[in-house]
């Protein structure tokens, strides 16, 4: 028998997703600031991303054993605690050390979130709407953070200025003169409360895990961990993350350092922009999958990003404002099918191996780092070239992947067939 739906919870549901994503993409307009205020070297700003990326492979593992231990109205509460732990802590204490940690911490919440919501979803919205429901959770990801960046511009040119309304005024009595940037973490704090305080007062469902979503044994894990494929499309997850995290935590600083523009305004569009055009890649995506193989689109859209990131790195300034946010439409269908290769060259254990190549999230904090580290030997855009090798192996396994099942797509010619058939009878 079927789960009676709950449409409040899947509200819920949708409204974790936009805030994983206010809290979790904004920290690439925020770079220059942080850069300019704590006196940093591209190699030490580099460590921002690390320090909030590094948690999700820490993380994503144990989040799973955690609910089934406990659950998932008990994993809710303590990722959002963990999150206000880390925004509160850097708004009294506000240093670059308070910042690395103060990251990780957040890191760690998010990645409990993202383990708990999906199955949330699934038992709340219904099975058979799962899938509907999964691309609808990924707009609301994808408007937060469209919508971060025109916040933090706001903020930053709005505070200790002559404008007031109740938000500016209370932040202005709080936020350093010279630290504005810093209101987002205050924004984020008061987020999060709100957010414990709706989740203790509700009932959560009790979810009951389905073999795919469930975590293995020690076992389990050592036998996935012999499988070459384990590791190839765990690397496949590192290297999309890094990707996607080396180019937007770094273009508004690009945009500063090699065309002079300002990273309050036209930065923070740009980013913007980057992460908005990969909300709308993601559904034109799910058109593309039904029509071609989604190896042929993983390549396709490899080499668009390449050509798009290079147009960013050696543009004019106004090509450049064009180019990056165009690489977040091309980088838009990766994730969802490296994810999808990885499960099905797999035959069996999902859960688990789901579970491993999440960790791979963790590229999202060496990829930066590395391209911070490089940056202050060879220059930040010589430094992105490292973007190359990661969109390199991505385009590589559009060639070696050979999973089990293959996506359900009708190719170009059959439409054609079906409509000559269909003119053939109506004569």
Not at 62 to 68: F, Y
Not at 143 to 152: D, Q, V
Not at 255 to 266: A, G
Not at 295 to 324: D, E, P, Y
């Amino acid at each position: 028998m079927k789960n009676r739906r709950q449409p409040f919870i899947v509200a819920l549901v949708f409204l974790i997703f936009f805030v994983i994503s206010f809290l979790t993409n904004i920290l690439g307009p925020l770079v220059p600031n942080i850069i300019d205020s704590f006196h940093l070297s591209l190699a030490l700003a580099g460590f921002l991303p690390f320090s909030f990326f590094v948690a999700y492979g820490v993380m994503s593992i144990p989040a799973g054993i955690l609910i089934e231990k406990f659950s998932e109205k008990f994993v809710l509460i303590l990722a959002f605690l963990l999150a206000l732990v880390g925004a509160a802590t850097f708004v009294f204490f506000t240093s670059f050390t308070i910042a690395l940690f103060s990251l990780f911490i957040i890191g760690l919440g998010m990645a409990m979130l993202q383990v708990v919501i999906n199955p949330l979803l699934r038992v709340a919205g219904g099975e058979e709407h799962f899938a509907f429901n999964s691309v609808l959770a990924q707009l609301f990801f994808g408007a937060a953070s469209f919508l971060s960046p025109w916040l933090y511009s706001y903020l930053v040119q709005n505070l200790h200025t002559a404008k007031t309304n109740v938000v500016l005024d209370t932040l202005n009595k709080v936020v350093p003169q010279d630290l504005k940037w810093v209101s987002l973490y205050w924004v984020f704090a008061v987020v999060v409360l709100v957010m414990i305080l709706i989740i203790w007062a509700i009932r959560i469902p009790k979810v009951e895990l389905t073999d795919e979503e469930k975590i293995g044994t020690a076992d389990t894990f050592k036998e996935l961990l012999r499988n070459r494929y384990t590791w190839l499309f765990f690397f496949g997850t590192f290297m999309y993350v890094g990707t996607e995290q080396g180019i937007s935590n770094w273009i508004s600083k690009f945009l500063q350092s090699y065309h002079n523009l300002p990273p309050e305004t036209t930065g923070a569009s740009a980013v913007s922009w980057f992460w908005g055009l990969m909300t709308i890649g993601c559904v034109l995506g799910l058109g593309l999958l039904k029509l071609f193989d989604s190896r042929k689109i993983l390549m396709v859209f490899v080499v668009g990003a390449a050509i798009t990131l290079t147009c960013g790195l050696f543009g004019s300034a106004n090509v450049a404002k064009i180019a990056f946010p165009l690489c977040g439409f091309f980088l838009s269908v990766m994730w969802s099918i490296v994810i999808s290769l990885g499960l099905n060259s797999v035959a069996n254990h999902h859960g688990t191996l789901a579970g491993i190549l999440c960790t791979g999230i963790v590229g999202g904090a060496v990829v930066p780092a590395l391209i911070g580290v490089l940056s202050d030997v060879i220059g930040l855009r010589a430094a992105m070239f490292l973007i190359y090798l990661t969109l390199g192996y991505l385009f590589s396994m559009g060639i070696w992947a050979k999973p089990l099942v293959n996506n359900a797509y009708v190719s170009i010619k059959d439409l054609f067939r079906t409509k000559k058939a269909a003119t053939a009878d109506n004569e």
